[in-house]
């Protein structure tokens, strides 16, 4: 043991705080970040909480006067008849059908663009591309719903081998326009999800042979699992709340059907076309619209759990 071990610990000389050289000033720009950040916080949670207050009133007040059993299991729905029925599986299947024709679109795209912008493009071309596929989230919806039904409609029509072709109102267009429409964001997050995984899995990989496929589906694709996970969820509610596209598309009847030919009416079709103030405030057919968002609010609710799961279950956590 030397002397250097044997000897005190050496004080340390005193800081410029300590000598009165430099004096700390209150950050009060600081502060007020922090204020603003926590207000906005609270403002979500605020209008969230706010969002289910104004629908639980009037959704309770329907189901006294309408069966749980009624509304869930029935199959067939006219609430604004002379004798209504107030069964919500016609619009429930119509959402999921034109939900799943979209994503069957929508999710082998956009993870194919994701795929192709991480692994393929050059840096010039994905300078180029990811905006350019961007800007397709900022086109608004009613234009989608016009171009399913003013476009895509008539090519169904012609191209159309199974069965009778689809009307000018149908699931097909209204699904598949709204799967062109979530693409961009189904690509984008996956493409970033992809960006986030460490260079090394890849270059370890090429360096044991194995080419830019094998890399993107068998290493990045499955490191980044859970990013891809959250963005197909995200498209998902993106496309179960769509409304435009599927009023102008999909038309306003009521149909419980899986033939994606014929015309449909999703919840949020039906929210849109009765809330337009025909319906007295108090009555029962005016009740219905917050029943079926309360309904819409709770898939929702249950698909983010859903996702939320998978999503904490496939992590990977890279130091």
């Given amino acids: ?46 209008t969230t909480v706010a969002i289910v207050l104004s629908l639980v009133g009037p959704t309770v007040e329907f189901f ?39 994503l069957c679109l929508a999710v082998p795209t956009g993870l194919l663009i994701a795929t ?45 081998f199974v069965g009778d072709p689809p009307g000018i109102f149908n699931a097909a267009s209204a699904g598949l326009v709204m799967g062109v429409m979530i693409v961009p964001t189904i690509a984008s997050l996956s493409e970033d999800a992809m960006a986030a995984v460490p260079k090394a899995l ?18 990045v694709m499955p490191a980044a699992l859970s990013g891809i996970v959250a963005a197909i969820v995200l498209g998902v509610s993106r496309a179960v709340g769509e409304t435009m596209i599927v009023l102008i598309a999909a038309g306003g009847t009521p149909n419980l059907s899986f033939n994606p030919a014929e015309a449909m009416q999703t919840m949020t079709a039906f929210i849109a076309s ?27 609710l249950a698909m983010n759990l859903i996702s939320i799961r998978l999503v904490r279950r496939y992590r990977q956590v890279y130091s």
Avoid: H
């Fill in 64 to 102: 006294g006067e309408v069966g749980i059993g009624e509304f869930l299991t029935g199959t067939t729905w006219a609430p604004l008849f002379a004798d209504p029925a107030f069964g919500v599986l016609p619009l429930v299947t119509a959402t999921f059908v034109i939900t799943g024709i979209a």
């Fill in 116 to 160: 192709y912008l991480q692994q393929y493009a050059r840096p010039q071309a994905r300078k180029l591309l990811k905006p350019t596929l961007e800007l397709l989230a900022g086109i608004p919806s009613v234009v989608y719903g016009f171009f399913a039904l003013t476009f895509v409609t008539p090519i169904l029509q012609d191209l159309w």
């Fill in 202 to 219: 890849s270059e370890g990989a090429y360096a044991l042979g194995s080419n830019r496929m094998t890399v993107s589906t068998r290493v």
């Fill in 1 to 46: 043991m030397t002397a250097t071990e044997l000897s005190p610990a050496q004080p340390r000389p005193p800081t410029a705080v300590a000598l009165g050289l430099v004096t700390r000033r209150p950050r009060y720009g600081e502060k007020v970040i922090k204020g603003l950040l926590f207000l906005c916080a609270t403002l979500s949670i605020a």
């Fill in 274 to 300: 009765a809330g337009i103030g025909d319906q007295p405030t108090g009555s029962t057919g005016y009740k219905t619209i917050f029943a079926v968002g309360s309904t819409l609010f709770l898939l929702t």
